[in-house]
């Protein structure tokens, strides 16, 4: 299976370090904790800037920086780790002074009138200081209570486990059909599994896009040889299946829990405060407020936007692009003028290709582009617009055509990947574009024209 279409890394760092713009002292050392996606971009960035201190990252599963995505969409098809030294050229253990990829952080004091620098304690009871710390400890898979004998997947341990047991004839049973779900029930459906998906909400990926989308993503499963189940929470788990609220059991030989993820931030009790996501609130630099000198990037941060307001991390764009601007102020160093990237998550599930830019809310209205069924294959190109509600505050004057215009939240696009650099860029330029939705939702209206009228 193809890995998914992805925006090229950006390649606005300055090569040369600057003192232009220079707020504060540039510190002399950083830790990064977490040696992911997001920590891997801050110590890269870093160095591409010029930062010439002592760099040190921490991490906990013992292996240098990989992508995640692929552990669902290729387990079958890619064996190892899409390693981000061969994906995105950059090689940890060249850029920082001291690696420690199995010995994750455990507590955090930050600096006092006595100590100037922040203490950073490991597992194995060492103690790291530094003048500026950088959390990209991303998230950890929920399991909840007595779910034990569950297996989930967020690593390349995960996938390994996993890939072992995926074979004609397993039956699997996946609690849920969110984004991971959803990707591993048709890779596993495709491989001759006897796939049972159980969501305790209406339809797939409600909490995501909505009831109103997600019921147009409910034949899909049929279609990729899978059973859905919607509407009963399970209640319990044991080695030998699932038990639903209604009764009934779903026999499997793997259960595997797919209910989501929440950031790894536990060991930060006391010391950093966090959302109730369990994130930490960064301002649009990634900056913890009233802490200076400490950051978060990646799925660990809610990090505000200058027009979306707080956006939480969980999704590989924002661990991708969000560490630049980070290091650039950690820096001191004048923002560049790029704007912030939209918010932006792809999946490949069941056959299908998903796009989605901005963040839906509850209260949008849906409106269709295109057949959500795909038209006569089952797989031509639709999107779903989410509307903010017409509450005499968002835009509903007419355009140049007289058109009446309003005020777009997020779009989804579906099975058409061609149209993903158009959609980013009329994210990117407007967060919240205002569009004629007469033309909006006319298919043969092309993308790219709808954001170059936006303009
Ligand atoms: C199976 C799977 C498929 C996905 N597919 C998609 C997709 O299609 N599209 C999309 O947008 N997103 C997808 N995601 C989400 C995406 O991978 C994440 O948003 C991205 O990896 C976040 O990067 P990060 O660096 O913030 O966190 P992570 O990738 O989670 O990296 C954080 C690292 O920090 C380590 N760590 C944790 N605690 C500590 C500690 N205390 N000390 C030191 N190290 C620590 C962790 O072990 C981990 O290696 C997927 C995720 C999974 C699991």
Request: glycine share 10%.
């Amino acid at each position: 299976m193809p890995s998914p279409a992805r925006p090229v890394p950006s390649s606005s760092l300055a090569p040369e370090p600057t003192s232009r713009g220079a707020r504060s002292p540039v510190p002399s050392s950083v830790v990064v904790v977490g040696a992911g996606l997001a920590g891997a971009r801050t110590v890269a960035a870093l160095r591409q800037l010029g930062f010439d201190g002592t760099l040190t990252l921490l991490g906990a599963e013992g292996v240098p920086p990989y992508d995640r995505p692929p552990l669902s969409k290729e387990l079958l098809t890619r064996p190892g780790p899409a390693w981000l030294v061969e994906d995105l050229g950059i090689d940890v253990a060249t850029l920082v002074d001291d690696l420690r990829l199995a010995d994750p952080a455990v507590g955090l004091t930050l600096p006092d009138d006595d100590a100037h620098a922040f203490a950073v304690t490991t597992r194995s009871g060492d103690v790291v200081r530094a003048d500026a710390v950088v959390l990209a400890v991303g998230s950890e898979p929920v399991r909840p209570l007595g779910w034990e004998t569950a297996s989930v997947l967020h690593t390349t341990a995960d996938a390994a486990a996993l890939r072992e047991r995926v074979a004609p004839g397993l039956r699997l049973a996946v609690v849920g059909a969110g984004w991971i779900g959803a990707e591993i029930a048709g890779v596993a459906a495709g491989a001759g599994a006897e796939v049972t998906v159980v969501e305790a909400g209406a339809t797939p990926l409600e909490r995501q896009l909505g009831p109103a989308v997600g019921t147009h993503l409910a034949r899909w499963y049929a279609d990729a040889g899978a059973r859905l189940v919607t509407g009963v929470p399970v209640v319990e788990v044991r080695p030998d299946g699932v038990l639903l609220a209604d009764g009934t059991q779903v026999a499997a030989d793997v259960v595997l829990a797919a209910v989501g993820a929440r950031p790894a931030t536990a060991w930060l009790d006391g010391a950093v405060p966090r959302d109730a996501r369990g994130a930490v609130p960064v301002d649009a630099t990634g900056a913890v407020r009233d802490v200076p000198g400490l950051w978060a990037v990646g799925d660990c941060a809610t990090r505000d936007h200058p027009v979306l307001g707080p956006v939480p991390g969980g999704h590989w764009s924002a661990a991708l692009h969000d560490p630049e601007p980070t290091a650039r102020a950690l820096m001191g160093l004048d923002a560049d003028d790029a704007p912030p990237h939209p918010p932006y998550v792809f999946s490949q599930q069941l056959g299908h290709d998903l796009a989605l830019f901005g963040t839906p809310a509850v209260t949008d209205e849906v409106v269709l582009r295109g057949d959500p069924a795909g038209g006569a294959t089952g797989r031509e190109a639709w999107a779903a617009l989410y509307v903010e509600p017409d509450d005499g505050t968002s835009a509903r004057r007419p355009d140049e055509g007289g058109r009446a215009v309003r005020r777009v939240r997020a779009v989804l696009l579906v099975d058409s990947p061609r149209d993903v650099g158009a959609v980013r860029r009329l994210f990117t330029r407007t967060p919240r574009p205002e569009l004629a939705l007469e033309q909006a939702t006319d298919p043969s209206v092309r993308w790219r024209d709808l954001a170059a009228a936006a303009s």
